[in-house]
């Protein structure tokens, strides 16, 4: 394909738990990225989501933040 390796690089991605947020989290990670999730409300989701993305053999982790703060 001729999408750059994102191997080495650390995505931080606000929402990525669900919806949007989650599909674009997964892609990074299938790219080769490693994930730092940031969630609101559904820490159930964005602990699925890291699941996910650690089964791909990347690395993962949700917080618990907002970027409004």
């Given at each position: 394909s001729?999408?750059?390796?994102?191997?080495?690089?650390?995505?931080?991605v606000?929402?990525?738990g669900r919806g949007i947020g989650r599909?674009?989290?997964?892609?990074?990670a299938e790219g080769g990225a490693d994930i730092a999730i940031l969630y609101r409300r559904d820490e159930a989701a964005a602990a699925a989501t890291v699941a996910d993305i650690e089964a791909?053999?990347?690395?993962?982790?949700?917080?618990c933040a907002s970027v409004d703060d």
């Amino acid at each position: 394909s001729g999408m750059m390796s994102l191997a080495g690089r650390l995505a931080l991605v606000t929402g990525g738990g669900r919806g949007i947020g989650r599909a674009i989290a997964l892609g990074l990670a299938e790219g080769g990225a490693d994930i730092a999730i940031l969630y609101r409300r559904d820490e159930a989701a964005a602990a699925a989501t890291v699941a996910d993305i650690e089964a791909l053999g990347r690395r993962a982790h949700a917080y618990c933040a907002s970027v409004d703060d």
